[in-house]
């Protein structure tokens, strides 16, 4: 899997900059971070983790959990036995009080049963934000790498409004290029999302 490096060289190349002479490698970076974000909440990674509950205790601390880097809770099982989960799944309602704060909604809670939380967390890259390992397939690395030159382009059409370019039409010929970069990103990340959708039968199904 490519790491940052790897992936800003690839964009670069789209982008027919290779020696960064029109984008340095800083803003190349940021435009992979933007179809990166992007691309993790159509196709996120799916987690799961298991808390004990206490007698009587209806909030509880997600961070706690080890539910970490959520960007939306999927569903909630409750009472569930991790080693015999229940068919079919005690789905319960539940709700967040606050970002960090899992608050069941049901008549009861007894010390000792199992609460299961399963969550959708965004991907990484290896040498982004700290990330020590990329998460990406090969397919998503490709398209992360397509949205971010369109990214960036749109970024350079608003840099040369005002400058002296070698035509007028600059501006506007980054800005439909970046535009279409974008269009079909977005096309091929919605194709990709429905792709994942009909292979599950259901989010949870699956999960580690």
Same mark, same amino acid.
Request: proline share 5%; glycine share 8%; with cysteine.
């Given at each position: 899997?490519?790491?940052?490096?790897?992936?800003?060289?690839?964009?670069?190349?789209?982008?027919?900059?290779?020696?960064?002479?029109?984008?340095?490698?800083?803003?190349? @970076?940021?435009?992979?971070?933007?179809?990166?974000?992007?691309?993790?909440?159509?196709?996120?990674?799916?987690?799961?983790?298991?808390?004990?509950?206490?007698? #009587?205790?209806?909030?509880?601390?997600?961070?706690?959990?080890?539910?970490?880097?959520?960007?939306?809770?999927?569903?909630?099982?409750?009472?569930?036995?991790?080693?015999?989960?229940?068919?079919?799944?005690?789905?319960?309602?539940?709700?967040?009080?606050?970002? #960090?704060?899992?608050?069941?909604?049901?008549? /009861?809670?007894?010390?000792?049963?199992?609460?299961?939380?399963?969550?959708?967390?965004?991907?990484?890259?290896?040498?982004?934000?700290?990330?020590? /390992?990329?998460?990406?397939?090969? @397919?998503?690395?490709?398209?992360?790498?397509?949205?971010?030159?369109?990214?960036?382009?749109?970024?350079?059409?608003?840099? /040369?409004?005002?400058?002296?370019?070698?035509?007028?039409?600059?501006?506007?010929?980054?800005?439909?290029? #970046?535009?279409?970069?974008?269009?079909?990103?977005?096309?091929?990340?919605?194709?990709?999302?429905?792709?994942?959708?009909?292979?599950?039968?259901?989010?949870?199904?699956?999960?580690?």
């Amino acid at each position: 899997m490519a790491n940052l490096d790897a992936i800003v060289a690839h964009v670069a190349a789209d982008l027919k900059d290779a020696a960064h002479a029109t984008w340095s490698p800083e803003e190349l @970076e940021r435009a992979v971070r933007w179809a990166l974000d992007e691309l993790s909440w159509a196709v996120p990674r799916r987690a799961s983790a298991t808390l004990e509950a206490r007698e #009587g205790v209806r909030e509880y601390d997600l961070t706690a959990a080890g539910v970490e880097q959520a960007l939306f809770i999927t569903e909630v099982w409750h009472p569930c036995s991790p080693g015999a989960p229940e068919y079919p799944p005690p789905s319960v309602p539940w709700r967040l009080l606050d970002e #960090g704060t899992l608050f069941l909604d049901v008549e /009861a809670v007894h010390a000792g049963e199992g609460i299961r939380i399963f969550y959708a967390r965004p991907h990484t890259i290896e040498g982004l934000a700290g990330a020590l /390992a990329t998460t990406l397939t090969g @397919e998503q690395e490709e398209l992360v790498a397509l949205g971010a030159a369109g990214h960036a382009a749109l970024q350079r059409a608003q840099q /040369a409004i005002g400058q002296i370019n070698v035509t007028g039409q600059a501006p506007r010929l980054w800005c439909d290029w #970046g535009e279409a970069r974008l269009c079909q990103f977005r096309t091929r990340l919605n194709q990709l999302a429905r792709r994942e959708m009909q292979w599950r039968e259901g989010w949870t199904a699956g999960w580690n």
